[in-house]
């Protein structure tokens, strides 16, 4: 099994930026250099999203079209960590966020296909 931990949520206004922190770990963990790593977020009464996500093996980096631009995603594999940077935040974008992992190379936004999940941590946008 793969633990995962967010971190870096919080409370900005609009315009502002907030960096995400993934932290993995376990047992059976093989280094998220291995892993397809990824990003969700649950706003209040709405399906679960595919925000972004990180193969880093393959060297691609996909994300959603309502963040493209705004978020970027980066890695600290010997800390076996990811990031996501979230620029000119949006009221749209407070929701709960997510970390996610699969082993192996996938190019899903499919919340199905991720096996592994964090507890998330909650990012509100202020107006």
């Known amino acids: 099994q793969v633990q995962l931990v967010e971190s870096g949520g919080g409370l900005v206004q609009a315009g502002g930026s907030l960096r995400l922190s993934c932290a993995a770990s376990?047992?059976?963990?093989?280094?998220?250099?291995?892993?397809?790593m990824a990003w969700f977020r649950q706003a209040p009464g709405k399906e679960r999203e595919f925000v972004a996500a990180?193969?880093?093996?393959?060297?691609?980096?996909y994300f959603a079209d309502s963040v493209n631009g705004r978020f970027t995603v980066s890695r600290d594999n010997a800390k076996n960590t990811v990031y996501l940077q979230m620029n000119n935040l949006k009221p749209e974008d407070t929701a709960v966020y997510y970390c996610a992992a699969q082993y192996g190379s996938t190019r899903s936004r499919n919340r199905s296909d991720f096996g592994s999940w964090g507890q998330g941590t909650q990012v509100t946008v202020s107006s």
């Open positions: 376990g047992a059976s963990f093989r280094g998220i250099s291995s892993y397809t």
């Open positions: 990180n193969m880093w093996s393959r060297g691609f980096t």
